[in-house]
C-alpha cells in the first residue's frame, strides 16, 4: 500500500497472507528447539489468512544444509517465500561460528540470486536455555517472528513490482 500524506511517501508491505505460498526448511538438528520454531511460523502463517495446503515443510539435517534446499525450492517457482529455520547452540558446536556463518550466508545468496525472500528463523544462542527462552517461551518464538517478516516481505516485493 502507498501511504501518502505530509511526510514524503512510502512503501511497507502489509501483513496479509492470503493467497501466499509459502516453503518451510528447517533443520532436524536439535529438532526439540526447531519443531517449536515451525509451529511458531505456521501459527503465523496461519493467523495471517495463509491457507494449510499452501504452507510445505522440507526437513534437513543440520542448518548448514538449509540453503541448498532453499535453492532448490526457490528454482522451482512454487513458493513466494522460505522460511529457514534451525537452531545452532554454541555449548555444544565446536565450529559453532563455521556453521552459523555458513548458512546465513547461505541463504542471503539464495535470496539474492532467486528474487525471493528467504528469512532467516537459525536460533544461534550460547546455550540451550537460550534456545528454549526463543522457541516459545519467555523471548518469544523466532519461528513466528520471520514468519511474519515474510509475509511481509513477499506484500511489499509485490507493492515495488506494481509501483509507478
Ligand atoms: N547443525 C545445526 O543445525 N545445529 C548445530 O548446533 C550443529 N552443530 O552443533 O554442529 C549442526 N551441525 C550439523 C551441520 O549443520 C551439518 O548438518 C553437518 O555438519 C553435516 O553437514
Not at 514524503?8 to 532436524?28: E, H, K, M, N, W
Not at 542448518?63 to 517465500?81: F, G, H, M, P, S
Request: with cysteine; glycine share 8%; hydrophobic share 45%.
Amino acid at each position: 500500500m502507498k501511504r501518502e500524506g505530509e511526510v514524503p511517501s512510502y512503501y511497507a508491505g502489509d501483513l496479509s497472507a492470503a493467497g501466499q505460498r509459502f516453503a518451510i526448511v528447517a533443520s532436524r538438528f536439535n529438532d526439540f528447539i526447531t519443531k517449536s520454531l515451525i509451529e511458531g511460523a505456521t501459527d503465523c502463517l496461519l493467523r495471517h489468512g495463509a491457507k494449510v495446503s499452501d504452507i510445505d515443510t522440507y526437513w534437513v539435517p543440520g542448518a548448514l544444509e538449509l540453503a541448498l534446499v532453499a535453492q532448490e525450492i526457490a528454482r522451482t517457482a512454487k513458493y513466494d517465500a522460505i522460511i529457514a529455520l534451525g537452531a545452532v547452540i554454541r555449548g555444544e558446536t565446536s565450529h559453532y561460528d563455521v556453521v552459523v556463518s555458513q548458512s546465513a550466508t547461505g541463504l542471503a545468496k539464495v535470496a539474492m540470486e532467486n528474487s525471493i525472500p528467504v528469512l532467516n528463523g537459525v536460533l544461534t544462542t550460547e546455550d540451550l536455555d537460550q534456545a528454549i527462552a526463543r522457541s516459545g517461551t519467555k523471548s518469544g518464538n523466532k519461528g513466528y517472528d520471520v514468519a511474519l517478516g515474510a509475509i511481509e516481505m513477499v506484500n511489499l516485493l509485490t507493492e515495488i513490482s506494481k509501483a509507478d
